[in-house]
C-alpha cells in the first residue's frame, strides 16, 4: 500500500490549506484513514481520523477548525484546514489502517504556518 499526500505549503496565520491523500497498491479492507502530525522537537499526534463508515474523531485543538472527509471509491482522504495558526505548523503524515489493524504511512507533507 502506498500513500501519497498533497497539498502542503506555506499559508499566513487565519489561512486555509486541503490537504489530500490517496492510497494505491492493494488495498483489503480500509478501517479508517486519518492525518497525524508531527512539529518540529515533539512526537507525532493525532490530527483527525475517519472510518469506512464516516465516523470521525479529531483531536481537541482542532474541532472546529479542521475537517476530515473521505472518498471511498477513490481510497482518498482530505484534511480541510482553516483558521491556521503558527502552531498549526508540522509535517502532516498520512494514515490508512486496515481492519487486520495493520497501519500504513505516507511520507508527510510539510505546513508552515507564518506571516
Known amino acids: 500500500v502506498q500513500?501519497?499526500?498533497?497539498?502542503?505549503?506555506l499559508v499566513q496565520p487565519g489561512g486555509s490549506l486541503r490537504l489530500s491523500c490517496a492510497a494505491s497498491g492493494t488495498i483489503f479492507s480500509i478501517a479508517a484513514?486519518?492525518?497525524?502530525?508531527?512539529?518540529?522537537?515533539?512526537?507525532?499526534e493525532l490530527v483527525a481520523t475517519i472510518s469506512s463508515g464516516g465516523s470521525t474523531n479529531y483531536a481537541d485543538s482542532e474541532k472546529g477548525r479542521f475537517t476530515i472527509s473521505r472518498d471511498n471509491a477513490k481510497n482518498t482522504v482530505y484534511l480541510q484546514m482553516n483558521s491556521l495558526k503558527p502552531e498549526d505548523t508540522a509535517v502532516y503524515y498520512c494514515n490508512l489502517r486496515n481492519s487486520y489493524g495493520k497501519?500504513?504511512?505516507?511520507?508527510?507533507?510539510?505546513?508552515?504556518?507564518s506571516s
Not at 3 to 9: M, R, S, V, W, Y
Not at 103 to 113: A, E, I, S
Open 3 to 9: 500513500l501519497q499526500a498533497f497539498g502542503g505549503g
Open 33 to 44: 484513514m486519518g492525518w497525524y502530525r508531527q512539529a518540529p522537537g515533539k512526537q507525532r
Open 103 to 113: 497501519d500504513y504511512w505516507g511520507k508527510g507533507t510539510l505546513v508552515t504556518v
